[in-house]
């Protein structure tokens, strides 16, 4: 972990944090110096509910000076599967929870948030943890907050905009599942999330996107991000199937305080990029 820097002006710090049920990432930059002061990464032993979740936010926030004492500008990812991305063309606010209702089971008490995309011309409508928010609220005020695959989906649009043939797949590999954007020509076909706690669930799924889709596995580049290995189980088995295969390349430039190896940009890419 990083220890923090107490003359760090309050001003200069923007932390962003990923809540999802299987974990907690939290990263601070301090934006003059391009450095990064706080980092902090939590794997659950197994998947939570949002309440649970709120407590070990609350418990963090109790252990770490850094996060007790620091206010920041804020931006909170949220990384589930319950969302849905929809072309601006279609999209009514008023009916947003209806482009959810197929795929989701959503409560009464959930909010539908959504994420406009401009590169792509599209919105994605997504349930945040409303408990959480409120903790975030409470603590910081006004803040900001996003979907992880909305952060993604507009990243890799910017960066297939002059694609103009071939297919690219990026897999968002997580404990418990995966999040899968295909993109072909510089067009987005498809933004979804998989569980899958096995590797074959881990290429079954694979395949059978591409499948529908009318690829062929031995033709489309697979670029890697999260948290997934070289060599790995998942890694060995898609590479039986795809091969060009490679890890997203990532340079953010930041400065790590730390005597520890620093992270892989690539394991933590949505965390990293929201400080830009």
């Known amino acids: 972990m990083v220890t923090p820097n107490k003359e760090i002006e309050t001003q200069n710090i923007k932390l962003s944090i990923q809540v999802s049920l299987n974990g907690l990432s939290f990263c601070a930059l301090s934006r003059e110096e391009k450095r990064i002061v706080f980092f902090k990464d939590l794997l659950f032993p197994r998947k939570l509910n949002p309440q649970q979740v709120l407590q070990q936010i ?3 926030y ?27 063309v279609y999209f009514n606010e008023e009916n947003a929870s209806e482009y959810l209702k197929y795929n989701t089971r959503i409560l009464e008490t959930d909010y539908v948030a959504q994420d406009e995309l ?11 943890y409303t408990n959480i928010n409120n903790f975030f609220f409470d603590r910081y005020g006004e803040f900001e907050y996003r979907h992880t695959v909305s952060v993604l989906a507009e990243e890799f649009l910017i960066q297939n905009r002059f694609q103009t043939e071939g297919t690219r797949v990026y897999l968002n590999c997580f404990p418990g599942g995966y999040d899968l954007l295909v ?21 079954y799924y694979l395949l059978f996107t591409a499948e529908q889709l009318d690829l062929d596995p031995s033709r489309f580049e697979l670029i890697l991000l999260g948290r997934i290995k070289e060599h790995s189980d998942y890694y060995d088995i898609a590479y039986t199937y795809v091969k060009e295969i490679k890890f997203l390349n990532t340079s953010f430039g930041y ?7 620093p992270p892989k940009g690539y394991m933590h890419y949505s965390l990293f990029k929201v400080l830009v």
């Open 118 to 128: 401009a590169e792509g011309k599209m919105v994605n409508v997504y349930i945040p």
């Open 183 to 203: 993109f072909q020509k510089g067009q987005l076909l498809l933004a979804n999330t998989f569980k899958c706690s096995t590797k074959e669930d881990f290429i």
């Open 58 to 60: 609350e418990k963090i």
């Open 255 to 261: 400065i790590f305080s730390t005597s520890e190896e």
């Open 62 to 88: 109790d252990e770490e000076a850094f996060l007790k004492e620091q206010q920041a500008e804020v931006i909170v990812l949220f990384s589930n599967e319950l969302y849905s991305l929809v072309p601006q």
